[in-house]
């Protein structure tokens, strides 16, 4: 028994050393575990691009890319692009997508008539790709600067400009009366014609407040001239006076006309009743037989003095 008894304690001693050992071990495991930096996962490589980030894309060099969940072509297209998108931070261009369906907005600002639809943009000028939808052609377009032979967009229908605002606005405004009618429609359980009669007189009450909107903001800048003027009431007061003036004119000249009128049927009358006078039983003479007053007297005279010498002699 007194040989036994080392030998078990020489044992437990050996074994607590392992022990301590071991843990010394962990703990400097789990010291440089809990002292070393988090290893990050690889960022996604394709952005997106919505209505509050897409004035981005008018810096550096970007390829963007439209599209819509429900398309088939667009869904074809996707393995490739994600393949381009991982050599974008090597070669130094942002590789993007655009959902059409989520960023009307956008679709309008970019006139996005067909799906997919590709953009090139290199600080702020936009290019149409119009090449293979291969990740190869993707990579020679921009690595052999392809976009150079492309013509750029116009600055008038340019994103930033004042027509694309517009257009975006109005795509906007349409899918917002697509959501109204939809929530109308299936929600409320309104009727498709009582839809449209809504926004029938909505649009019609709209355009009334709009248009005297625009009377008001047009008289308040532009204002009349002529009722703001103080002598405008004098002004008219003084037309209307000389209107009157001429009004008064007038009729005294149609009255003198009338009067005119009236003496020369007046001569009228008295010549005819001196032709009457000089003939016998009041009818006019004959032709030839009618004298005037200056030739009756001569007559009366003459057949006067013969009388007279007649009686002289007898």
Same mark, same amino acid.
């Given at each position: ?16 050393? &392992? ?227 001429? &009004? ?34 009041? &009818? ?31």
């Amino acid at each position: 028994m007194a040989c036994l008894l080392p030998s078990s304690s020489s044992t437990m001693f050996s074994l607590t050393r &392992r022990i301590r050992h071991r843990s010394w071990i962990y703990c400097l495991f789990l010291a440089i575990y809990l002292t070393s930096p988090p290893v990050s996962a690889k960022p996604d490589s394709l952005r997106e691009v919505t209505d509050g980030n897409w004035e981005d894309i008018l810096t550096g060099e970007w390829m963007i890319e439209f599209y819509a969940p429900w398309c088939p072509a667009c869904q074809q297209l996707q393995p490739a692009w994600k393949e381009f998108a991982d050599w974008g931070e090597d070669m130094g261009v942002n590789i993007a997508k655009v959902d059409v369906t989520d960023q009307p907005g956008l679709s309008g600002r970019f006139i996005i008539t067909s799906l997919p639809t590709i953009y090139h943009c290199k600080d702020g000028v936009f290019r149409k790709y119009q090449g293979a939808r291969t990740k190869e052609d993707f990579l020679s377009f921009v690595d052999e600067q392809k976009w150079k032979a492309v013509e750029p967009v116009s600055s008038w229908l340019g994103p930033s400009s004042i027509l694309m605002n517009s257009m975006s606005a109005l795509f906007k405004l349409s899918m917002f009366i697509r959501r109204c009618h939809n929530y109308m429609t299936e929600q409320l359980g309104i009727p498709v014609w009582g839809s449209y009669v809504i926004f029938g007189l909505a649009t019609l009450f709209s355009g009334l407040a709009l248009g005297l909107l625009l009377v008001f903001i047009a008289d308040f800048v532009f204002p009349s001239r002529r009722f703001s003027s103080q002598d405008y009431y004098q002004k008219k007061q003084t037309m209307e006076q000389a209107r009157l003036f001429q &009004r008064q004119d007038a009729e005294h000249e149609a009255d003198g006309e009338e009067d005119d009128d009236e003496e020369e049927e007046e001569d009228d009358d008295s010549d005819v009743w001196r032709r009457r006078r000089g003939s016998p039983e009041g &009818r006019p003479e004959s032709k030839g037989q009618g004298f005037s007053d200056e030739a009756l007297r001569k007559r009366v005279v003459g057949n006067r003095e013969e009388d007279d010498d007649d009686e002289e002699d007898s």
